[in-house]
């Protein structure tokens, strides 16, 4: 009879045990606890851009036809923009279809610093002409390839620079030499001027 009622002692423990267990949980599962959140927004982060622009896109001078040594006659301007938001540094560099007739001809690039460029640019006989306002940036002949600057990345003697929303005028003039040789004679060349640019920021 006294086993009995030990056995029946100790379950009546273990289930005390138990249900005083569970109300522990069930009591703090329902304590309130107050929190608070803050949140730190507005890190914005954006990058800048890289554009430069040419006005116009083609065609720097009038088509030039039956050109006869010692003319002069093509010559044109056009305006450089940096439309980007980062100050960049240019170099123009030019390209031809005809090596033959492009070698026979000079080429004479000017920053415009006057109201207008200061042509002629050059003599009959090919020789430059003194400018007024305008300051030479290339005189040589017209199949040179590396005509303002360098575009190997970097910075490199020649380059021109914009800061952004900046504007320059550059003149561009070609003429055929009066000592033009008899071979140039039926030829006709395309030039094209390409303009490379990159930014300055970070990179020396």
Not at 47 to 57: A, F, Y
Not at 63 to 77: F, K, L, R, Y
Not at 94 to 107: C, E, F, I, P, Y
Not at 161 to 182: H, Q
Request: proline share 2%; aromatic share 6%.
């Amino acid at each position: 009879m006294r086993h009995k009622l030990g056995l029946r002692t100790k379950w009546i423990l273990i289930g005390l045990m138990t249900i005083g267990g569970l109300a522990a949980v069930l009591g703090t599962a329902s304590q309130a606890v107050w929190t608070d959140t803050d949140a730190v927004d507005g890190n914005d982060f954006a990058t800048g851009s890289v554009s430069l622009t040419t006005s116009p896109t083609s065609a720097i001078w009038t088509a030039v036809s039956d050109a006869a040594p010692g003319d002069v006659s093509g010559t044109g301007s056009l305006t450089v923009t940096n439309a980007g938001s980062m100050q960049v540094r240019y170099a123009v560099s030019g390209g031809n279809t005809d090596a033959t007739l492009s070698a026979g001809m000079n080429l004479r690039i000017g920053l415009k610093g006057g109201a207008g460029c200061d042509f002629p640019y050059h003599n009959a006989d090919g020789t430059t002409t003194t400018l007024t306002d305008d300051t030479e940036l290339f005189a040589g002949t017209l199949d040179t390839t590396a005509l303002i600057g360098s575009n190997v990345q970097g910075a490199d003697s020649g380059d021109r620079t914009l800061a952004a929303s900046g504007t320059e005028d550059l003149c561009f003039a070609v003429v055929l030499p009066d000592t033009a040789a008899n071979s140039l004679q039926s030829l006709s060349n395309t030039a094209t001027f390409t303009f490379d640019s990159e930014q300055t920021a970070n990179n020396p």
